[in-house]
């Protein structure tokens, strides 16, 4: 119940960053990933499947406030956790920064890949609701600052696995 009160606080927090402080931001910094960076960092470096059900999570908040272009972002998120889960488990490494960042890029290449075909059905039934030259511009722009995320995440290894011992995510065991 306490790692439960404690993922959703947490959660919240990332959410408030991401859609209000980084969306006042000027450029391109309001299309930075940061709940999605987090999740693969998670998922990828730490172990935790927490990081798949943020993703999850994120798709979710984003359908219920209708924050983005995209209709139906819990499939594409949801999608995109269980690609992220998958990824971290049986293809790439935990132990080096190129898994992390081919771990975030799969990642972000299945949640793109599915909002395109979203977006290619609310194509097909009224193209001018799409704008296409906006989602390759957005799509560029997170990718890059998603591989930035990961990059900034990554030196921080160690002290970000003594916050999740003390945030009850994880537990003071080791498990090798």
Not at 42 to 59: D, E, K, M, R, V
Not at 165 to 175: A, E, G
Request: charged share 10%; net charge positive; aromatic share 14%.
């Amino acid at each position: 119940m306490i790692r439960l009160a404690v993922f959703t606080l947490a959660f919240l927090g990332l959410a408030i960053i991401q859609n209000s402080f980084f969306a006042s931001l000027p450029g391109v910094l309001p299309l930075w990933p940061l709940i999605l960076a987090v999740g693969v960092y998670l998922l990828q470096h730490q172990s935790l499947t927490a990081g798949a059900w943020l993703i999850a999570a994120n798709g979710l908040f984003l359908d219920l406030f209708h924050l983005q272009m995209v209709p139906a972002e819990t499939i594409s998120y949801l999608l995109t956790a269980l690609a992220a889960a998958y990824s971290a488990k049986h293809v790439f490494s935990n132990r080096s920064l190129y898994g992390v960042l081919a771990c975030g890029s799969a990642t972000f290449g299945v949640l793109k890949l599915s909002q395109m075909a979203i977006l290619g059905l609310v194509w097909l039934r009224e193209a001018e609701q799409v704008d296409w030259t906006v989602f390759s511009r957005e799509t560029f722009w997170s990718g890059i600052l998603l591989m930035i995320g990961l990059l900034l995440l990554f030196p921080f290894a160690v002290r970000i696995k003594k916050l999740l011992h003390k945030s009850f995510f994880v537990s003071q065991r080791d498990t090798f």
